[in-house]
């Protein structure tokens, strides 16, 4: 399991300073991912963000994958485990920005404050996540880190409620995933009866083998 860890201090660097972390950082980059500074002090760059998701989220196109359900123009889906998002942001992005950018991509639909950005480090065999709080800016920690994942990844998730709020879900949203849980079950269902069929069928063979007269 990932362990909590408090926030880090945010350390304001100068523009020199920021210029000696980026042409460093640069000389590190193996995929081409580089940031540029801008003669305003601005720099730009890449962050590379996994979906960690539970529920299924709404989005207004019907071009998706996975578990599906309709209604209207909008569709309700799971996105698939381990899926990376590529983003190109500034240093003045912060996380709500981030976050909006990464919902945006995928048309969805879903309000924006249903979602929480982590950052996951890994130190001594374990594994740390901390909640990133919206005024935060990810392209500077991913600066500061380096370009290794293993010192520094990006994890949308949804906000840890402890419960889900599902009143803070639209009725449509709630059909969704009533429609998905129905459609998941009926699959499930038509499983286990192909698996007691088989079961039955191999009872019945060998019950008809013992019984069969000599």
């Not at 079961?199 to 007269?213: C, M, S």
Request: charged share 30%.
């Amino acid at each position: 399991k990932d362990v909590q860890k408090e926030r880090e201090p945010h350390v304001y660097l100068s523009k020199e300073e920021v210029k000696e972390k980026i042409q460093s950082y640069n000389s590190s980059v193996t995929d081409k991912l580089k940031m540029t500074l801008n003669v305003n002090g601005i720099y730009t760059g890449f962050i590379k963000v996994q979906m960690e998701l539970c529920r299924p989220i709404t989005v207004q196109s019907s071009q998706s994958q996975g578990s599906c359900a309709h209604s209207n123009n909008e569709t309700a889906f799971y996105l698939p485990d381990g899926c990376v998002i590529t983003l190109h942001i500034s240093s003045t992005n912060t996380v709500r920005e981030v976050i909006e950018a990464l919902l945006k991509k995928f048309f969805v639909a879903d309000n924006p404050a249903k979602f929480a950005l982590y950052k996951r480090c890994h130190k001594e065999d374990q594994v740390y996540t901390c909640k990133l709080s919206d005024r935060e800016h990810p392209l500077y920690l991913r600066l500061v880190a380096g370009p290794k994942m293993e010192m520094l990844s990006f994890v949308l998730r949804e906000h840890e409620t402890g419960e889900v709020m599902w009143e803070a879900f639209t009725i449509p949203e709630l059909q969704n995933f009533l429609r998905i849980l129905d459609k998941e079950e009926n699959e499930q269902l038509q499983i286990l009866k192909k698996r007691y069929a088989a079961y039955r069928d191999k009872l019945e063979e060998a019950l008809g083998g013992v019984w069969q007269p000599g």
